[in-house]
């Protein structure tokens, strides 16, 4: 069985920096993509970032790009997000995921697993 937890949320200042965490239990994150995705209140889960299996290919989203970072660590069964330069329109609660295949999907229906989410709020 997979499990994802989710960890590092918090209250941050505007410019301000957190890193969140994902714990993966099961299958070895180094099978598959995982990716990032958030949910701001009365709005869709919107993707953030993502990374194939290997690490060799990441993305993000327009918004986030240029500030935030997302890398495995495989010997830990980890995925984290780097997120600098944190603005108030970046509060949602922040979702890891585990991709169905190799690569990473932009649609949450290319994610077969879910974490609980982790809420980060930055004030102005």
């Known amino acids: 069985q997979v499990q994802l937890v989710e960890s590092g949320g918090g209250l941050v200042q505007a410019g301000g920096s957190l890193r969140l965490s994902c714990a993966a239990s099961?299958?070895?994150?180094?099978?598959?993509?995982m990716g990032w995705f958030r949910q701001a209140p009365g709005k869709e889960r919107d993707f953030v970032a993502g990374?194939?299996?290997?690490?060799?290919?990441?993305d993000y989203s327009d918004s986030v790009k240029g500030r935030f970072t997302i890398f495995k660590d495989n010997a830990k069964n980890a995925v984290f997000l780097q997120m600098n330069s944190l603005q108030p329109e970046d509060t949602a609660v922040y979702y890891c995921a585990r991709a169905v295949a190799g690569q990473f999907s932009y649609s949450k229906s290319g994610y077969a697993y879910w974490g609980q989410g982790t809420q980060v709020t930055v004030s102005s």
């Open positions: 990374i194939s299996w290997n690490g060799d290919s990441t």
């Open positions: 099961g299958r070895p994150v180094n099978i598959y993509a």
